[in-house]
Structures are given as C-alpha cells and as structure tokens.
C-alpha cells in the first residue's frame, strides 16, 4: 500500500510538470463589453482584438513562461449586468480585464475590480470619469488606451467652429455615460469659442423612432447636428432625418467606427462626420497583425486593435514587475512606455494614455476613413 501511495504522489508530481520540468499554470485573463445586443458590433471587436494577442503571446512562449488563457464577459452595455459580469471574472480567477466597452459599464465594474485587486484597461471607454474618479479614490489599478472626452469634445467643437462658422447647431445626446458626456464637452467647447448650440437635446438609448426629434430641428433651421451616442440610434436619426428632407451636416464621435453603420443609414450617411484615433490599422507598427486579420477574412477596425494593445501594455508591464501583482504591474505600467500595435504607449498618474490624438474621418460609399 505504502509503495503504491508512493507511485500515485510521482503521478501527481508529473501530472504538475511540464517535460522539462518545469511546473505550469495559465495565467486567466479577460475582455468584457457587449457581446450580445445592439452594441454587439463593437464586442466582437474587442473579443476578436483579445484573441488574437493571446494567441501571439503563447506563439511567443508566453508571459515568464506561463500561457494566457481567456474569459470573455457579455455586459451588453448594461451597468447593473456589467457588475455581475465583473463579480463572475473575478470569481473566475482573472487577473486583468481588457475592458469594458461602454463607459456606463466602465465605470461600475472599475470598484468590483478594485476591491479585488483586479487590473483594469478600457480599450474603449473615454467617459473621464472612469479615471478621474479612481484617481480621486486613490485606485491605481485603472487604465485605458483610448482617449478621453473632454479631448474629442474640444476636436469637435474646433471643427465645426473652423468649418461652419455661423450655421445653426445642434447637440444631442442618448443619456449615457459617454453619449452625454462627450456632447457636454463638445457643447462646452462650443461655447467657449463663441458658437452655442441653439439646440440641446436629449433622446432615450434603443428608440427607433426619431420624428418628433427630426421635426424639431427641421423647425429650428438646424444645419449642423452633433449626435452624442451610439451608430444604431445616430444611424436611425441620419436616415430618417434623410427621409424628412432635413439637410444638415452630421457629426458624431468614435462610436461610429464599425462597419455596421452604413447598413443603418444607407445613403443618407454620405458625409457623416466623427472623430477617433489616427487609423491604428495604417500604423507601421500594426501591419503584421493587421496582415494576420486580413488572412483569416476579419477587418481590426475601431477598437479592435486598441483591445490587443491593452494586453501588449498588461503582458510586458508583467514581465518587469516579475509576476502579475497588480500593484507592482499597475507602477511598471506608470513607468514605462510600451511598444504596441498604437506606436508606444506612456501612461500619467491617472492611468490615462499619455497624448491623446483625435482626427475627423468622413463615411462616403459605405466606408469611412481619415478626412484629410
């Protein structure tokens, strides 16, 4: 008895060994944002952009010779499922989250994740306050790669007062965290260059119909809107102001990128204007990975690569911290600065991305790309 005991312990032992052996274990990370509903367009890509930098990382050897492995969270933009997303990650072992979308899930899930020593990096959330308030807080485990608000508001509000000086403008927002937040700064960078709005207008997240909204501004003599929101409501408000035959000029901010939005308007989003990030996907740096999308049929658009360089940052930050302590990994984050598929990336006290860059892109014939 004693002998076979003894041969199950070695079993056990070998089981826990590699060949070389070397003992193993995976290291859990996740993406979380909207998998399922109308966001969902921008779920697959930051699940598609998480897949893929795990899969190069374990090409590569991994992280400190562990292998990552990933959890993938559905919040649906929801701030009350986001928390029990959060709650269901950190159960599940994760160490870091690429993550979330929304800024209305950001910012709830960013005390799950700190109270339980969870590193966060929102590839996509430019809500100010998701930062702002951590570092209010004292929380040091908050990141994003993205930029903030309050610096697309000012590229917005710069571009209509260079370009349409003296027309009638409009700010509408959908009550969300990011939709009402980057229309008030973009309504505060207009005032402070001497063009106010002469509408400011709230609509409700998941309304289809806009006529009502539409017909006020027709009233107003509108030619210019300024949509805070998402492509699925800023898409039906383009088309059916098309319908109304109101001719105005419509701009928006980042959450436009996906493909998906032109088979919302149709036409009518001919000359829709928005501001995001220079495109990643022409960046040098990115070209291999872009090459690799390509190669399986999937176009890395809007944050798809934000995501992968949010798991760059995380995987490099824990190589020089010598383990994934979030707080050793969050001060190797602070101060480093980050070769990625963006260029290299720097980080401020807050956790946010060291300067930010906003340009304007143009949708014409059911693509978009940099107005030059």
Not at 63 to 90: H, R, S
Not at 328 to 338: E, L, Q, T
């Amino acid at each position: 008895m004693k002998q076979l005991k003894s041969g199950l312990a070695a079993v056990a032992l070998l089981a826990g060994l590699g060949f070389a052996g070397v003992a193993h274990a995976d290291i859990t990370i996740a993406t979380a944002g909207p998998m399922t509903g109308q966001y969902a367009a921008f779920g697959e890509q930051m699940k598609r952009g998480a897949e893929q930098a795990i899969a190069d990382i374990n090409a590569a050897g991994g992280i400190n010779g562990e292998k990552l492995k990933l959890e993938v969270g559905d919040d649906a933009c929801d701030p009350k499922q986001a928390v029990a997303v959060a709650n269901d990650l950190v159960n599940k072992g994760v160490v870091f989250v690429a993550g979330h979308f929304c800024s209305s899930s950001s910012i709830p899930a960013s005390a799950v994740y700190n109270e339980n020593n969870v590193l966060q990096m929102s590839p996509a959330s430019t809500n100010p306050v998701f930062t702002d308030e951590a570092a209010t807080k004292g929380w040091t485990n908050v990141f994003r790669t993205c930029g903030r608000d309050d610096y697309q508001g000012a590229t917005a509000a710069k571009y209509i007062d260079t370009h349409f000086k003296g027309k009638k403008v409009a700010v509408l927002h959908d009550k969300s965290a990011y939709g009402k937040g980057l229309a008030d700064e973009t309504k505060k960078g207009l005032e402070g260059l001497g063009t106010p709005p002469a509408v400011y207008e709230a609509y409700t997240q998941g309304d289809k119909d806009f006529s009502a909204l539409v017909s006020k501004l027709k009233a107003e003599g509108i030619e210019v809107v300024y949509i805070g929101g998402y492509h699925t409501e800023s898409g039906l408000i383009i088309r059916q102001a098309a319908e109304q035959g109101l001719k105005a000029t419509f701009i928006s901010g980042d959450a436009q990128n996906t493909n998906e939005l032109w088979s919302i308007t149709g036409d009518a989003g001919e000359g829709f204007l928005f501001t995001f990030a220079p495109d990643p996907r022409l960046k040098p740096e990115a070209a291999k990975v872009v090459d690799e999308f390509k190669k399986i049929g999937y176009d890395p658009e809007g944050y798809t690569l934000y995501t992968y360089a949010a798991i760059q940052v995380w995987a490099e930050a824990v190589k020089a911290a010598g383990g994934t302590d979030t707080a050793k990994v969050a001060a190797a984050i602070r101060a480093g600065s980050f070769p990625t598929v963006l260029g290299t990336l720097g980080f401020d006290a807050k956790g946010d991305v060291k300067n930010p860059e906003y340009v304007m892109y143009e949708w014409s014939k059911g693509q978009y790309a940099e107005k030059k």
